[in-house]
């Protein structure tokens, strides 16, 4: 396997509880390494930005005033097949139909505040890792 990257939003229903920590530790713990990280207050134009994909759908605004009621965590992380390995760590959307042990069966609260986001594609990493952090800000 090789080692890639992939982008990690931790939420702000996990920054609200004080679950930063508890997440990067989860997310290392899975094999991942954390090698650019910053706490931000996403703008209403970021989160439309980030989640454009999801304009046409009935939840983008819900979406994107949840992205923006407090502060995210946005890291990129770097591990061997780390898109796979974060989407298995992170859990099924839904923390009801969550693994035991993943970040969301453990600290979500529901479907809609589930305390993290990861990359669905190596593509797609890319794109959301520079959407957020200019190469010199990643120094894995």
Avoid: W
């Amino acid at each position: 396997m090789a080692v890639t990257r992939t982008f990690s939003i931790i939420k702000p229903d996990a920054t609200r509880r004080n679950l930063t920590g508890a997440v990067t530790k989860m997310l290392e713990e899975a094999g991942l390494r954390v090698v650019a990280s910053k706490r931000i207050h996403m703008t209403r134009e970021q989160a439309e930005g980030f989640y454009a994909v999801h304009s046409e759908r009935p939840f983008f605004g819900e979406l994107c005033d949840f992205m923006t009621s407090g502060p995210v965590v946005v890291q990129v992380l770097e591990g061997e097949d780390a898109v796979k390995r974060n989407r298995d760590v992170m859990g099924a959307t839904n923390p009801a139909n969550a693994d035991e042990g993943t970040i969301r069966k453990t600290l979500a609260e529901s479907i809609e505040a589930n305390t993290v986001h990861g990359s669905d594609s190596d593509e797609n990493a890319k794109i959301e890792i520079d959407y957020f952090f200019k190469p010199e800000e990643i120094v894995g």
